[in-house]
Antibody, heavy 122, light 110 residues
Framework: EVQLVESGGGLVQPGRSLRLSCAASGFTFDDYGMHWVRQAPGKGLEWVSGITWNSGSKGYADSVKGRFTISRDNAKHSLHLQMNSLRAEDTALYYC???????????????WGQGTLVTVSS | QSVLTQPPSASGTPGQSVTISCSGS????????VNWYQQLPGTAPKLLIY???HRPSGVPDRFSGSKSGTSASLAISGLQSEDEADYYCAAWDDSLNGWVFGGGTKLTVL
């Protein structure tokens, strides 16, 4: 059974940093691309970032480009999102999600974690 | 303002059929596949339809997807109370180099 468990969320002041993690199990982690998708309270889904199976290619939404960095550790079956210069508009539930294939483009997401909440406020 | 346009709400009575539309452009739906996700209240999204019109195992055949040009649709037949959820379409956008979602459609079963 595929399991994705996010951690690292919390309350952080504007301008500060936070690092999210996602522990994956139940599938061959290093065969698949991975994503981060967020959902602001009461709002819709917004793709944040994606990474290929071997970290060879990464993509970011314009809203986070230059501030967020996605990474993965295939040996530890983990995905990370380093978030710097956080803003109030980054407040959201952040989902870790598994790509359908080895890339993060075209085929999309086939499984989602339960999310970790990030609140940016002074 | 979402790149993909969905109606904010839809409704129907048990047993009825309902269709949810998703409108995009040549850089997303027009040139790439469409996936649909169901988000039940208080839960994570779940893949409902992939590659325009394919159902993952376990998804009832009451759910079907289609795509034509720069638009896609999700049809639900034989509505059940447990179908009350938010539904999102998604596609890769070649211009933005990222995934784009519709704003979501809240389905109410009356």
């Amino acid at each position: 059974e595929v399991q994705l468990v996010e951690s690292g969320g919390g309350l952080v002041q504007p301008g500060r940093s936070l690092r999210l993690s996602c522990a994956a199990s139940g599938f061959t982690f290093d065969d698949y691309g991975m994503h981060w998708v967020r959902q602001a309270p009461g709002k819709g889904l917004e793709w944040v970032s994606g990474i290929t199976w071997n970290s060879g290619s990464k993509g970011y939404a314009d809203s986070v480009k230059g501030r967020f960095t996605i990474s993965r550790d295939n040996a530890k079956h983990s995905l990370h999102l380093q978030m710097n210069s956080l803003r109030a508009e980054d407040t959201a539930l952040y989902y870790c999600a598994k790509a359908t294939y080895s890339s993060f483009d075209y085929w999309g997401i086939d499984f989602w974690g339960q999310g970790t909440l990030v609140t940016v406020s002074s | 303002q979402s790149v993909l346009t969905q109606p904010p709400s839809a409704s129907g009575t048990p047993g009825q059929s309902v269709t949810i539309s998703c409108s995009g452009s040549s850089s997303n739906i027009g040139s790439n596949i469409v996936n649909w996700y169901q988000q039940l209240p208080g839960t994570a999204p779940k893949l409902l339809i992939y590659f325009n019109d394919h159902r993952p195992s376990g998804v009832p055949d009451r759910f079907s997807g289609s795509k034509s040009g720069t638009s896609a649709s999700l049809a639900i037949s034989g509505l059940q109370s447990e179908d009350e959820a938010d539904y999102y379409c998604a596609a890769w956008d070649d211009s933005l180099n990222g995934w784009v979602f519709g704003g979501g459609t809240k389905l109410t079963v009356l």
